[in-house]
């Protein structure tokens, strides 16, 4: 079954658009946008986070008089991102396995322009709706970071960046990453292991105190990467450790990271050696880094309250989630926006088996119609 939200999803996906650069797929937008009679502009964002391109923000004025609604997506995809050869099998849509497909997030692309296109030309009248197409989201949400916020008129609306159709995320978790550095003493492991102290021996100790994974039901934490050592035959002078701790409530992460910090000083204080005379102590450098602050939109929100009903009118499975991990809408949301995440039908996303199936792109492209319809309706008004 081939039709024009497929083709359309194929023809964006050729497109290459690693984070940082976005330019072609943003001057495609930009013309798609533009003949849909949107006026499309861009911030200078890029400058900042060194790419090519800044974020698109597309604005259709509607025939209803309310509220701009927002609905975003983001231009950027992870790697190996270029030469995507999408296959189309079973009626799913993958990449060839030497890429991944860039349904992440070319889905919400299509799935917002595709449903505008329909509601034009059925002459459906609608609200305003600014579309935003931010980049360089998936490599640290640094388009919503960096976006001009003076040329957003819309306060509310929705990023299509999540899985499953009909789900609603309206929690994410703040996340603060951490490096610790472990320095010991470097010695020769053979003539005087006595003079040395083991960057090493301390860092396994520290961790093996450690409580990593899920922390509780709104906290997890992991050391994703360890370095240190140089040659066999020598005691490691240092080693280097890259963390993450991530929570849905913020005194919980500064209350588990700081745990963490202090095991790691704890462990180094007790190591040291003497070498004529001299006390060497092993020591512990270590910086924390908040990286995205917290969604937590309440769930009687009216966007959310849209969202659901929406999906219930077209016999979508509504539901809210919370996520796990954080998106531009975090980083909303901490600008006062409140922009719940929709599932688009991407899948296996950020691996060589990123796949959607045609009726997911198809059923997105009505639930969003439908969301449009209902907003319009309606109107937003915010209880917080
Ligand atoms: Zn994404």
Avoid at 186 to 205: K, L, N, Y
Avoid at 222 to 231: F, L
Avoid at 254 to 261: D, R, S, V, W
Wanted: net charge negative.
């Amino acid at each position: 079954m081939k039709s024009r939200v497929v083709d359309y999803f194929i023809s964006l996906v050729k497109i290459d658009s690693e984070s940082k650069d976005e330019l072609a797929m943003a001057q495609r937008m930009r013309d798609d946008l533009t003949a849909m009679g949107a006026e499309v502009v861009f911030d200078n964002a890029h400058v900042k986070t060194k790419g090519n391109v800044g974020n698109l923000l597309a604005r259709f004025s509607g025939q209803i008089d309310k509220e701009p609604l927002l609905l975003c997506s983001h231009l950027d995809t992870v790697k190996p991102g270029k030469g995507i050869k999408p296959i189309v099998k079973d009626g799913k849509i993958f990449s060839d396995g030497s890429t991944i497909l860039g349904a992440d997030d070319k889905s919400g692309i299509v799935e917002i322009v595709e449903a505008i296109r329909r509601l034009q030309e059925r002459q459906i009248a609608f609200a305003p709706i600014e579309v935003l197409l931010t980049i360089s989201e998936e490599i640290g949400l640094f388009g919503g970071k960096n976006l001009d916020y003076s040329l957003l008129k819309a306060k509310t609306g929705y990023s299509l960046d999540s899985h499953r159709i009909g789900s609603v995320v309206i929690q994410a978790p703040t996340l603060n990453k951490f490096d610790i550095k472990v320095f010991g003493k470097e010695s020769h492991s053979g003539a005087c292991p006595e003079r040395g102290i083991s960057a090493i021996q301390i860092a396994a100790e520290a961790i093996s105190k450690l409580k990593l994974g899920r922390i509780d039901e709104e906290t997890t934490a992991n050391i994703g990467i360890i370095k240190g050592g140089v040659a066999r035959n020598i005691i490691p002078n240092e080693v280097t450790l890259e963390g993450e701790v991530r929570s849905h409530n913020i005194e919980k992460l500064e209350k588990i990271t700081g745990a963490i910090l202090n095991i790691f000083n704890e462990t180094a204080q007790q190591y040291q050696v003497e070498v004529k005379n001299q006390i060497y102590k092993s020591r512990v450098d270590s910086k924390v880094t908040n990286d995205f602050p917290a969604l937590k939109i309440d769930k009687n929100e009216e966007v959310v309250k849209i969202a659901l009903q929406a999906a219930e009118n077209i016999g979508l499975e509504p539901k809210v989630e919370i996520g796990g991990g954080g998106s531009d809408s975090n980083i909303f949301y901490s600008h006062g926006l409140n922009i719940p995440i929709l599932g688009t039908g991407m899948q296996d996303v950020h691996s060589l088996k990123e796949n959607i199936s045609i009726s997911d792109l198809e059923k997105g492209t009505l639930w969003i119609m439908e969301i449009i319809k209902e907003y319009s309706k309606r109107g937003i008004r915010n209880i917080s």
